[in-house]
């Protein structure tokens, strides 16, 4: 019997393969929920104008295509450790970095990087939370188990529960954390909560792995990531993924950063050291081209302040939407969807079943996950009165 004709078909991947179907649907009026990117009022992925000018001078220069070092270019991997952790943080003499492939190339390097060195440790992800943390974690060969997170009876965080798993988990879990704009559910910790966490965290002896996808889609740049402040104040050791997919709409560049936070300069040294022997052994090192495009534009005042400005933009638009959307479920008779306009980042968290959305797919042509996560950011004003009567329509 050949060793391949044993193989099972795998399941499509609950988001990506979303886009699968999306593309072969033939309704003109569908909608695609489903994966997280943000799509202007024209419906079409943005170039935004500092990544059009950083691309134009990139492509003046008429580089030769060099392999990176493993770690990856070193103006993009000194531009994103300040953008993390600040310009010149004292800190960053302890913190290990590497460039990644997006912010699941990211999670995916740091849990080779924590299996190899603690191969027996747990891991604990939300309920719910990316449904690729846990295949990722999975296939990275860790046991992973889930802390209270979403409460429907509270439309909100489970605090108290979440604190009472993360005080029984065992010394040495992992523990992955999103530190902005939680993926699916948009409910956030505030910092009363985070201190808890954090004094969980240090009480029990777990190791935080942060999850930071959307920086600057919640509150801003710097609020988005002051969650990373006050576990460096406790005195951690944390890990922290990145991704500038979304903020810098380059999904197709795959271009996020690995961060490790070590006690003193020599451990750095070392975790570097492995981080580079996991990429190495993996893809060898990181395409270029994203790097560039990023270093390019958080190293020039005007273009970092272009970013900012456009930013700030898709994050207040995505707000308008999450209002518009609220005022459109209002006037197709929904009146107890509100919360949507609470919750942050490009998701809502519909609290619509399986089967409701299974219906809102096959009947009205509008894509959304089939645990009940619906990407604002996909919405504009010619689409969005069709997706209100048709989460009416299937409720
Ligand atoms: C999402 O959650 O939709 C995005 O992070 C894209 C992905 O890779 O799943």
Known sequence: MSLLQTLQLA?????????????????????????????????????????????ERLTAQNKPHGYLGIDGLPAYIKATRSLVFGEDAP???????????????????????????????KVLISTPSWENHRALFTRAGFEVGEYRYYSAEQKGIDVDGMIDDLQQAEEG????????????????????????????????????FLDMAYQGFGFGIEEDKAVIG???????????ATSFSKSFSLYGERIGALHVVAPDAEAARKVLSQLKVCIRTNYSNPAKQGAALVAEVLGDPELRQSWEDELAGMRERIKNL???????????????????????????????TKDQMVALRTEHGVYGTDAGRMCVAALNSRNIEHVAKAIAAVR
């Open 173 to 208: 879990t992992v523990v992955v954390l999103h530190a902005c704009c939680h993926n699916p559910t948009g409910y956030d910790l505030q910092k009363a909560d985070w201190d808890r966490v954090i004094e969980a965290v240090a009480s029990r002896k777990l190791v935080a």
């Open 230 to 240: 006050w576990f460096l104040d406790a005195g951690l050791e944390f890990l922290v």
């Open 11 to 55: 399941p499509t991947d609950p988001i990506l393969g979303l886009n699968e179907s999306f593309a072969k649907d033939p309704r003109p009026d569908k909608v695609n929920l489903g994966v997280g990117v943000y799509l202007g009022e024209d419906g079409l992925l943005p170039l935004m104008e500092c990544i059009r000018i950083a691309e």
């Open 322 to 352: 999450r209002y518009h959307l609220v005022t459109g479920l209002r006037d197709a008779g929904i009146t107890d969807m509100d919360f949507i306009s609470d919750q942050l980042g490009m998701f809502s968290y519909s609290g619509l």
């Open 91 to 121: 800190v960053l003499e302890r913190v290990a970095s590497v460039q990644a492939l997006g912010g699941t190339g990211a999670l995916k390097v740091g849990a080779d990087f924590i299996q190899q060195l603690t191969p027996s440790a």
